[in-house]
């Protein structure tokens, strides 16, 4: 314990007022209790406090209105708001009232203790500050220090927080280089900003805090010398901590004047370690913001929420050259589902697709409801194959729910979803939602849907090909599918251009899938591939080449960098068939051909996809 704190709490129940009281007093702590608000500002009035803990729903004078007229009269009061589990909203007022914590009733007594001591600490260290400047003036500069430090606690807007304490990293420490790394929803690292001089390139996207390079930097609230620096006065990174865990940390390189010294090294971990405490003040406030503006229903956010969350990735995606996704989700048949389901059951169906959409998510994803029958998903740092997995991964999922299962029983549940990506498809949110739209129509009439052949079992890729290549399977001519007779000149033709393709932009993800009768070495796909090192691009921005078929009497390794091999020599159906599968940001491609001289091929993207899944999963391939 840091030392006997003067604590009041207010509270309008007396069974709360004794509990906290009790439970603060034994602590060490000198504690007064009253009823009403109105009670608190006629005790504040008459004693110093350094702590106030109130609760926020209360007759008369609230908590919030407590808390703003407390922190008027005296700045430095440390404010602690306590409320139920059911009021979120007050929770995020009372935040931006001023609260420096809150607590949600039943109150944890360790945690109460922890919260007031914590915030008992945050005052003796403005007492510690308020007592230096007044011995020296030299400390000046350690209040200017400590302001840009509430300055920084004050910011709620977690893009804002980071651009300003890379800000201020940068001109506390005199550093002409910074870059700043923030942990994301799994844990890791990830590059937010960085300014001045530093090499881009050498920066990693993301840094595992378990990396045994990296653990020791991040465990102690010690600057220490940056990667490739001889030691701390040539470049140095500070962590930032938070209740002893890694949220952050800050790289500051090339000072203005000579080396870093002592001085710019302490400088700059005062700031990272109001950055920690922010950076986790502003996750709790956006949690809480979240909370409170979900759908009852489905527990999707609503409209307003998704367009503001919507503005800010834009600013991100602009300022940082980012890409993102954004995804339109039609129930296509919701009265007919309600109709004929029942609305229990199809109410119970909207809930479990949100479920089943938000399984699939990641954290800083956002799924809104737009009506009845739309959803829409922002995917933050998405690009469009990525989105086009998204897709398909949401499908599979939603189709696992027990109570979509028991809806098909009685009507068909006809889904549709469209992707489109910043800036491919537009560089505002009415194209990207017009071409996300686009794009559900265009699975609306595709194969896939016209022939119901996303019920072919997820394994069923042979049967799948062999029905697209027969007369069974009815083409209309507007598709952008067709059968022609059997060409060899064209499976080669295509397998160079798919090649090209990728050679046009070889960062550009995808997949690309060739199966071949004869040995996989002869393949023409390889004379066209671009050559290159793995090394020399990003691991997850590269296409994928997989060659299936027999290996062939003199087998010989291809060994080219993007090409991985997989050899069937004991599966009979490769002596008759033939294919061609890409899918990539850019492209969709299938070429089918079968024993009985026909070729099938298609542009059809959700047909294309489900090719490509069905096939993964029969022979055990990459699931990216």
């Not at 700043?180 to 840094?207: Q, S």
Request: with cysteine; charged share 30%; aromatic share 8%.
């Amino acid at each position: 314990m840091g030392g006997a704190g003067r604590i009041l709490v207010v509270d309008d129940e007396r069974f709360f007022q004794e509990l906290f009281r009790e439970v603060l007093q034994a602590a060490g702590h000198q504690v007064r209790a009253v009823a009403s608000g109105a009670a608190a500002l006629e005790e504040l009035a008459r004693e110093h406090f350094d702590v106030l803990l109130t609760d926020v729903v209360m007759p008369g004078l609230d908590g919030i209105a407590l808390s703003r007229e407390a922190r008027k009269r005296d700045p430095d009061l440390e404010v602690v708001a306590i409320t139920g589990h059911d009021d979120v909203r007050l929770a995020v007022q009372a935040m931006k009232a001023g609260c420096a914590d809150f607590l949600t009733k039943p109150v944890d007594r360790d945690e109460l203790v922890s919260v007031c001591e914590k915030a008992l600490a945050r005052v003796r260290l403005r007492r510690e500050h308020s007592q230096l400047l007044n011995e020296n003036l030299e400390f000046a500069r350690s209040q200017a220090l400590y302001r840009q430090g509430l300055q920084i606690m004050a910011t709620l807007d977690g893009e804002r927080l980071q651009d300003l304490a890379l800000s201020v990293l940068a001109r506390v420490s005199d550093a002409q280089g910074a870059a700043l790394w923030v942990a994301d929803e799994k844990g890791a690292l990830a590059l937010r900003g960085y300014r001045g001089l530093v090499d881009r390139a050498a920066l990693p996207p993301r840094i595992d805090p378990k990396d045994p390079e990296w653990a020791p930097r991040l465990s102690e609230p010690v600057p220490a010398a940056a990667p490739g620096a001889k030691d701390a006065t040539e470049g140095f990174l500070v962590p930032l901590l938070a209740d002893g865990e890694p949220v952050g940390v800050a790289l500051l390189s090339d000072r203005a004047r000579g080396r870093f010294e002592p001085d710019q090294h302490a400088a700059a971990q005062t700031v990272a370690d109001f950055t920690a405490i922010a950076v986790k003040n502003a996750r709790r406030f956006h949690a809480l913001e979240r909370i409170g503006l979900r759908d009852r229903d489905t527990g999707a956010y609503n409209l307003a929420y998704f367009i503001d969350y919507a503005g800010k990735e834009f600013y991100k995606a602009r300022r940082y050259g980012r890409s993102f996704s954004l995804v339109v989700l039609s129930i296509d048949n919701a009265e007919q589902m309600r109709k004929e389901g029942g609305r229990e059951l199809y109410r119970r169906g909207l809930r479990d697709v949100v479920t089943a959409v938000s399984r699939v998510a990641r954290d800083a994803d956002i799924l809104a409801k737009v009506s009845e029958s739309e959803y829409y998903v922002l995917l933050p740092e998405t690009d469009y194959f990525g989105a086009l997995m998204f897709l398909r991964r949401a499908a599979e999922e939603i189709r696992r729910e027990e109570s979509i299962r028991e809806l098909e029983k009685r009507v068909p549940v006809l889904l549709s979803m469209g992707a489109s990506t910043f800036p491919k498809d537009g560089e505002d949110f009415d194209e990207l939602l017009h071409w996300a739209r686009a794009r559900v129509q265009e699975q609306r009439g595709s194969l896939l849907r016209r022939l119901h052949l996303g019920d072919v079992a997820a394994n069923a890729f042979w049967e799948l090909a062999d029905l697209l290549l027969s007369e069974r399977a009815h083409i209309p001519d507007s598709s952008p599918s067709n059968r022609v007779p059997y060409d060899a000149e064209l499976f080669a033709a295509a397998q160079r251009e798919a090649a090209r393709e990728i050679g046009r932009d070889p960062r550009a993800r995808g997949l690309l899938y060739v199966g071949a009768r004869e040995k996989i070495a002869s393949a023409p796909v390889l004379d066209a591939l671009p050559p290159g090192e793995p090394a020399s691009r990003a691991s997850d921005t590269s296409v994928h080449v997989y060659l299936l078929g027999p290996r062939g009497p003199d087998p010989a390794r291809i060994g080219h960098p993007l090409v991985t091999e997989v050899y069937v020599d004991g599966d009979q159906r490769f002596a008759g068939h033939e294919f061609l599968l890409f899918i990539s940001e850019h492209a969709a491609y299938g070429l089918l051909a079968g024993p009985g001289g026909r070729m099938f091929h298609t542009s059809d993207v959700p047909l294309v996809d489900a090719l490509v899944s069905k096939l993964q999963t029969l022979y055990d391939l990459q699931p990216i």
